[in-house]
């Protein structure tokens, strides 16, 4: 691109890119999503959803350098030293930018942790653990005033997603899978900037900036069928390079429309949780959410060790 | 599934399979087939196309045993010693059955052969190869009075189809990738019979039928796009057995019908070819199909030998 030293070379691009060269292709990228999308305003309070990996911390540090207003909310998930690590590096971040991070911790305030929903549950702990985090990041936003959620999802994410959905043609899902769903009843408006971005890029741009995140994957998903996806994924984007964005940008640009008007006549009537007040498709005459559901077996539930869980898994893949 | 010895392992259907009972499954499955998309009725006069592999004499074979009036047809493609012998096959089948096996030479009759037209279009050889089959197939099944056209397209062929139609977002090609079209001007109705069966399973069914099959790829595919979806989705299926019938059974099921709302709306005109009479989508005012224009530009060039063009895709895939 320039006589700067490269920091990453972009097949997809076909070019390499120095430090500043590649921040302004994620900028670009970034702006281009939120415009395309409608995905914020001038004036929306964000919340952006924190993990403390690459993406939450990237998404979050872009949003503030394009002069939004972001606070942080980072789910304390009980997953061992993986947890406490993720957490340090998104209050290291809000720290360093003096921006407010909330913090819900799921054994402090709910009585259980994802491994121990797991094993209560028995259901893959990605499961208990997306259950939760959205229900608790769709709470957050709300009770703070907040008018739009963020997330980090990135290209090789919502690639992911979509080749699972469309593998089983799961045509309710491929019809919500949408970069920017509007707010309805008890949940704010959800929004991903990063979808043009891949990790190689979110990683890099961490990097230019200076940002430490946690690296590690997290112990429990090894092994899990997202990440296959993004392994058949990586295998058509080394064939073909631009393939996957193809495959998540061209739906966007041509099915999503054809799945909309069908979506438009089945939408979905929701009540309240009975016990927390939540949107739920729960049509009993009392209708308890699933994540209540979830707090009230998985609290009940003696703690879990992780290493119980990873060991679990770990001897279903070999099988 | 019974005391006999076995001859295949089917992990999709969790049993091994004795040759008695491997027949039975295909023949339920061709049946199932047919009936599900109406494909075959009584009094149908059919026509497959038979390139000497092992579907193609499959499904002809099934078809008779099914009771079914159904001659063959075969094109032959030029493409050196591979031509030479699946036309052999073609031919004893044929015999050992008597059945008639019409046959259309390429270059006898059309002055060109697949490795010529590939050079003088400048294009993969698969293109001018799959133009000019379907194109030959819609003219010998019209003129000689066959009520339907079968091909030998199994699951693995029509799952990476869909695959590369997906991940393209084809949403035209996704419409018409349907495995019964109805007959429209100059085409006749076209079936494919074996989508409810993988390639192993029809090998299996002509091994325990004694057909001799070319077992040769055809050397021109190598390094195609469409041998790289089949892996992908043999790597899927490892992982997930069964993943490969739900994709496409499941894209029948469920997407399928979405899409027909919309194809409904966007019926194609069609005019006739001022040269050989076949339907084009040309809308010149003198239009010529693409069949004959493919014929002009390859008749005009020299011979081009297979090793030429095999060499230069080989040297293509090893950049």
Not at 59 to 70: N, P, Q, R, S, T
Not at 160 to 179: H, Y
Not at 213 to 241: D, I, W
Request: hydrophobic residues 40%; glycine residues 10%; negative net charge.
């Amino acid at each position: 691109m320039c006589r700067g030293p490269a920091v990453i070379d972009l097949p997809r691009h076909n070019a390499n890119f120095c430090a500043e060269h590649l921040q302004q292709l994620c900028r670009r990228q970034v702006t281009k999503a939120i415009d395309d999308f409608e995905m914020l305003v001038p004036g929306d309070r964000a919340l952006v959803a924190v993990s403390g990996g690459k993406d939450s911390l990237a998404v979050w540090d872009m949003l503030l350098e394009l002069g939004y207003d972001a606070d942080g909310l980072y789910v304390g998930l009980g997953i061992g030293d993986y947890s406490d690590d993720s957490g340090r590096y998104a209050e290291a971040f809000a720290d360093e930018r003096g921006r407010r991070l909330l913090t819900v911790d799921l054994r402090g305030e709910h009585g259980y942790d994802v491994p121990t929903a797991s094993v209560a549950t028995r259901r893959v702990p990605c499961s208990a653990c997306g259950l939760s985090k959205r229900h608790l990041f769709d709470r957050a936003a709300v009770d703070g005033g907040y008018t739009v959620l963020v997330t980090g999802h990135n290209l090789d994410d919502e690639a992911a997603v979509l080749l699972g959905n469309t593998l089983r043609w799961d045509v309710d899902s491929l019809a919500r899978q949408l970069p920017s769903l509007p707010a309805r009843m008890g949940m704010p408006r959800k929004v991903k900037p990063l979808i043009r971005l891949t990790e190689r890029e979110t990683a890099a741009w961490c990097i230019v900036r200076g940002i430490d995140y946690q690296v590690e994957e997290c112990p429990m998903a090894a092994g899990n069928r997202h990440l296959g996806y993004k392994e058949t994924l990586n295998g058509l984007e080394a064939a073909s390079p631009g393939a996957k964005a193809a495959f998540y940008l061209g739906f966007l640009d041509r099915m999503a429309p054809v799945l909309a008007e069908r979506a438009a006549d089945q939408v979905i009537g929701l009540s309240s949780c009975v016990r927390c007040g939540a949107a739920t498709t729960s049509d009993a005459d009392e209708p308890v959410c699933a994540f209540c559901r979830l707090v009230e077996v998985a609290s009940a539930h003696e703690p879990v060790p992780v290493g119980m869980v990873v060991g679990r898994r770990a001897r279903q893949a070999r099988r």
